[in-house]
């Protein structure tokens, strides 16, 4: 027997329309890439938004159709992100840290018919032109800052302003395709995790749960993580949905940037990776400075270092929400949060807790498996493959299904996370060590393999092993260990410059190392593990 409720169906339009009606006075504030502060509200945005619908619409972008966004956080991504899910087209984020190269294939991949960007990256949409088959590119800018580019990109501004704000949204079926959102975190090419407006409203709604990130109409929220990080961890719609104001930090994401704007706009949640907190809290102390006004910070991406936890909770007052999850996860898979048989431990035993990944909520599912696909123990000892699955988790990625439309999964449904964890008696979960051959920057990937094909292109290179080893300020940085030629001499500032162009700027690894044999696993691959071993045992002779 089925129940007799309406069939309201859970697509994002809805979000934006309730801000509109409910909340529509409630602020969003955003730091243009020229510095300037602009100021609207959700019931502009919404009407803006319903103007870009009609844009596209004019362009003949239909359902399912990929518009893809080049942009910062701000006001006019969130109308480009609304007026493209609103019509059942399917916004894809753009990552524009990535090389060109890599963008174009991601762009090509994915058929972006659209492509919305910011000006600052108008260098990349020319480098990517003449790869893709982008129809129309549309630059954020007002009329008179409109840049001279040589690929026929129009004025976002010009472009929307004879639409209607008129237009029907919705009216499709909730698994519609709302979101794409390439990952470069495993090895091979980049994958696309395709979300559906479903997954996405479930997400937003776990989200705003109280032992998740929790936000009220009474919150200003700060997303620093970028709208192409997995949606701002589902702040651009938990954010609407409660009604809370946006401050939105457009290209400024440096310490003394965040806290003009945590300050000014007296912000009491905002949500980063560690390496933007360690440049916040260098900028605070070297300056006295202090955060009357921010109540929690989401930190995620990357584990939260134990001296930035302590900084915030015990120095400054605020709560840390540490977080852990995955593109594939939209991205929510545990948040750091005391567990309840806890609740009056000391506050060194909370903050080891809340040093672990965390708690799931409801709505996802994780195990741990032994190499034998056996669950182990939830014991705090036992440590192995960490598989999820939920309500928002990654099915198969897009154009990689098998048919089946499970592809990303194991015969039983679960997804290898490519993390290696530990769950306690409490439930808490524990990331030990990653399966996955990647390097995470930053909260950036850097895929490993793609740094060993461009080093291997050299002559006198052998083979080739890029590993992560440990870095203060941005968790991890890339070392290369190579293997050369017999009798080939090479020295790493030959091989720096010969992986210049190559590779994103970031990408260069911070040291280059010769050792006489790279060794070798049991199927012959590169033994990583072992590198960083013999890293951590000062085997690996890095200059100075
Ligand atoms: P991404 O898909 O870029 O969000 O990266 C997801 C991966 O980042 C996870 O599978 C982990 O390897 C890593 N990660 C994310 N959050 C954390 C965290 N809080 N602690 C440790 N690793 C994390």
Request: glycine share 10%; proline share 5%; hydrophobic share 45%.
């Amino acid at each position: 027997m089925l129940g007799l409720m309406q069939d309201w169906q859970l697509t994002l339009d809805k979000v934006l329309d309730h801000a509109a009606r409910v909340h529509g006075g409630s602020e969003v504030i955003t730091r243009r890439t020229d510095g300037k502060v602009y100021r609207t509200t959700y019931a502009a945005i919404h009407r803006r938004a319903r103007q870009v619908s009609n844009a596209l619409l004019r362009h003949g972008i239909r359902l399912g159709d990929r518009v893809g966004t080049l942009g910062w956080n701000s006001e006019r991504h969130l109308e480009t992100w609304y007026g493209a899910m609103g019509i059942g087209a399917v916004l894809h984020t753009l990552n524009p840290r990535l090389h060109p190269d890599q963008l174009a294939w991601i762009i090509n991949h994915a058929e972006n018919r659209v492509v919305v960007f910011d000006t600052t990256f108008l260098p990349l949409a020319e480098a990517v032109a003449d790869k893709v088959k982008v129809e129309k590119w549309v630059v954020i800018a007002d009329p008179d800052q409109m840049p001279a580019n040589a690929i026929g990109a129009v004025c976002y501004e010009e472009w929307i302003a004879g639409e209607s704000a008129e237009v029907a949204w919705g009216q499709f079926d909730e698994r519609t395709a709302a979101g794409l959102c390439y990952t470069s975190g495993t090895t091979g090419d980049p994958k696309g995790v395709l979300y559906s407006h479903r997954s996405n409203m479930l997400e937003m709604l776990m989200a705003m749960g109280t032992d998740c990130i929790g936000i009220s109409a009474h919150d200003v929220v700060l997303p620093v993580v970028p709208m192409f990080h997995a949606n701002a961890w589902g702040l651009a719609f938990a954010g609407p949905a409660s009604g809370a104001s946006l401050v939105m930090p457009g290209a400024q994401l440096d310490g003394p940037s965040v806290y003009e704007l945590l300050d000014s706009e007296k912000v009491t949640i905002s949500a980063a990776v560690p390496t933007v907190w360690l440049g916040l809290l260098q900028h605070m102390e070297a300056n006295g400075l202090k955060l009357p006004h921010l109540k929690k910070v989401v930190i995620g991406g990357s584990a939260v270092p134990e001296r930035v936890l302590r900084a915030f909770e015990v120095d400054y007052g605020v709560e840390v929400y540490h977080a852990w999850g995955m593109t594939e996860m939209s991205p929510m898979g545990t948040i750091g949060r005391v567990p309840a048989g806890l609740k009056d431990a000391p506050l060194d035993v909370q903050l080891a807790q809340k040093l672990k990944q965390g708690l799931p909520p409801c709505g996802v599912e994780l195990k741990i498996v032994d190499e034998h696909g056996t669950e182990l123990p939830r014991d705090g000892e036992s440590s192995g493959r960490l598989l999820v699955k939920g309500m928002a988790v990654v099915g198969s990625y897009f154009r990689h299904d098998d048919g089946t439309g499970r592809a990303a999964l194991d015969a039983d449904g679960w997804f290898d996370t490519g993390d290696v964890a530990s769950i306690d008696q409490y439930g808490t979960m524990k990331i030990t060590d990653r399966t996955k051959d990647v390097i995470k920057s930053g909260g950036e990937w850097i895929s490993s393999i793609d740094l060993e094909n461009a080093a291997l292109l050299h002559p006198a290179v052998a083979n080739a092993a890029a590993i992560g080893i440990p870095h203060p300020k941005w968790d991890e940085r890339p070392l290369l260990v190579i293997e050369k030629k017999p009798g080939a001499s090479v020295s790493e500032a030959e091989i720096k410059a010969f992986l210049d162009g190559k590779i994103a700027k970031w990408w260069m690894p911070d040291a280059v190392v010769f050792i006489d044999a790279i060794p070798l696993g049991a199927t012959g691959k590169n033994n990583k593990l072992k590198l960083r071993e013999m890293y951590a045992a000062g085997e690996l002779t890095v200059a100075a």
